[in-house]
């Protein structure tokens, strides 16, 4: 069974960061693309960046470049985003996601549960 | 960007009634469109990708149809399991967008 468990959330003081988890088990972790995904109070989703397989290549929205690091460890089946200078607009909860690549495109076919993130003074 | 645009916001059907719902991207995306579902407290759950193909485990009832910037989500003779909020998805490029979401609730 496919399992993908997020951890690390919290609150959070603005300009401040946090570290998410997320440990992958039930498939060969290093064959896919993965992603964080959130969703903020009572919103939508929003991609917010996603990894290769071998940490070759990364993709961030715009409103996250350069605050947000994503990164993966296949030796340990885990994917991590490092969130530095957290605004109060970041606040969502975070879902990890494994990325099915169909022909190019770019489909989520597994989630997490979800990591709770609250930026607030 | 590509932006996506989906409609209706919120939607009200009877069991056994069909339903649709579309989105429209701002730019032709090739067929990349992918459909969630998400129920109440829970998180996102993949029904159809590549706009008309169903993930494993999704019932019949549910088809996705459309090309370049216009698709749709059908749902069949509803049912109360069907009751979540609906997001499509633009699977062409990144950053990948998603639509506002449908909600979908039994009259």
């Known amino acids: 069974e496919v399992q993908l468990v997020e951890s690390g959330g919290g609150l959070v003081q603005p300009g401040r960061s946090m570290k998410l988890s997320c440990a992958a088990s039930g498939f060969t972790f290093s064959n896919y693309y993965m992603a964080w995904v959130r969703q903020g109070p009572k919103k939508g989703l929003e991609w917010v960046a996603a990894?290769?397989?071998?940490?070759?290549?990364?993709y961030y929205r715009d409103s996250v470049k350069g605050r947000f690091t994503i990164s993966r460890d296949n030796t340990k089946s885990t994917q991590y985003l490092q969130m530095d200078s957290l605004r109060s607009e970041d606040t969502a909860t975070y879902y990890c996601?494994?990325?099915?690549?169909?022909?190019?495109?770019?489909?989520?076919?597994?989630w997490g549960q979800g990591a709770s993130v609250t930026v607030s003074s | 960007d590509i932006q996506m645009i989906q409609s209706p916001a919120s939607l009200s059907a009877s069991l056994g009634e069909t339903v649709s719902i579309e989105c429209l991207a701002s730019?032709?995306?090739?067929?990349?469109l992918a459909w969630y579902q998400q129920k109440s407290g829970k998180s996102p759950q993949l029904l159809i990708y590549a706009t008309s193909t169903l993930q494993d485990g999704v019932p019949s009832r549910f088809s996705g149809s459309g090309s370049g910037t216009r698709y749709s989500l059908k749902i069949s003779d509803m049912r109360p399991e069907d009751e979540a909020e609906y997001f499509c998805?633009?699977?062409?490029?990144?950053?990948?967008?998603f639509g506002s979401g449908t909600k979908l609730e039994i009259k």
């Open positions: 730019q032709g995306i090739s067929n990349d």
């Open positions: 990894i290769s397989y071998d940490s070759s290549t990364t």
């Open positions: 996601a494994r990325l099915y690549v169909y022909y190019g495109s770019n489909n989520m076919d597994a």
């Open positions: 998805q633009q699977s062409y490029r990144y950053p990948l967008t």
